[in-house]
């Protein structure tokens, strides 16, 4: 037989080994005992009715298992580990201290794992608290600002504009306000409308509800805009026998949002120049703007007006 006959012959054969060698090293190698890491649900176990803890309890726990690689695995796939605590010995104004053994996580009947560490949290500390609930407003908490040349018009809208919020008594007989989590307005150059959680991030253990809401930002770009002709309201002292300002009238140039700007006229910005308390003569004086509200002065012509008193 030649040589690339043998080799043709026993191919089939050297496959089958090929494979049973890895299966038998996958065998071997699933017995072997090893330790992993898994991060396990928390579970808080019969908890009174009409009780809860003040801070909010971690919802997990992360141990080291050991066992045999494919018992491990198993557990990985198809398993359905937890951490457990038994709050049925819970009082109010009463701090639980819990240490965390293997007696507290729940593994798979027959499984042939072993809790061999728990690293994270060790221990726990919790304080107890009737459960209360009560409606609160909502306020909208915005970040950045929009693109240049825009403006937020108004306040934002939150819908609902209130939750109803239940949570241990001692804080929430003292909540006035719930606060979304920001909601971005950066480099914005429209209006927005979006979900916003409600940020319950401030340590105590609350529950809104709803959880969200939704968050309006109306925002409008600048607008600006001459008004020529303004009168100028002029006061001085009594006695004098002549008394002249030069000019009378003042151009005026604003901007700001456009709702606001557009909707002004001349005899919305009121303009002084006051020279009461000034001795015969001539001066040079600076008016007084009164800018309505959200607009901003661009310029003034003339900066100063001439005011002859004899």
Not at 24 to 48: C, H, S
Not at 220 to 232: K, L, M, P, Q, Y
Not at 267 to 277: C, K, L, N, Y
């Amino acid at each position: 037989m030649s040589i690339k006959s043998a080799i043709t012959t026993n191919r089939s054969l050297k496959v089958a080994a090929g494979i049973a060698a890895l299966v038998l090293w996958f065998l071997a190698k699933g017995e072997q005992t090893t330790r992993r890491e898994f991060v396990l649900p928390l579970v808080l176990g019969d908890m009174p009715g009409g009780l809860t803890t003040v801070e909010p309890v971690p919802e997990s726990v992360r141990v080291i298992l050991s066992g045999a690689t494919k018992e491990l695995l198993r557990l990985d796939l198809w398993g359905e580990p937890y951490a457990a605590i038994d709050l049925s010995g819970a009082e109010p104004d009463r701090t639980i201290r819990v240490s965390l053994s293997e007696g507290n996580i729940v593994l798979p009947r027959d499984s042939g794992v072993e809790v061999a560490e728990i690293r994270d949290p060790r221990v726990l500390d919790l304080e107890i608290d009737h459960v209360a609930e009560r409606r609160v407003g909502v306020a909208a908490v915005l970040a950045g600002m929009p693109a240049a040349g825009y403006h937020v018009l108004g306040e934002p809208r939150c819908v609902p504009d209130s939750v109803m919020v239940v949570g241990p008594a001692r804080v929430v007989r003292h909540l006035a306000v719930m606060r979304t989590v920001p909601l971005d307005l950066s480099g914005r150059k429209s209006s927005i409308d979006a979900s916003r959680a409600i940020d319950v991030s401030r340590g105590a253990n609350l529950h809104p509800v709803p959880r969200e809401v939704r968050v309006s930002v109306e925002v409008e770009g600048t607008a600006t805009r001459v008004f020529s002709g303004v009168r100028v309201r002029f006061q001085h002292e009594p006695g004098f026998a002549s008394v002249t300002i030069a000019p009378e009238t003042i151009e005026i140039e604003l901007s700001g949002p456009a709702h606001v700007i557009n909707a002004l006229t001349a005899a919305d910005i009121p303009v002084t120049v006051d020279a009461r308390g000034l001795p015969r003569g001539t001066h040079e004086i600076a008016p007084e703007i009164v800018l309505p509200q959200g607009a901003e002065l661009v310029s003034a012509k003339p900066p100063r007006f001439a005011v002859t008193m004899k």
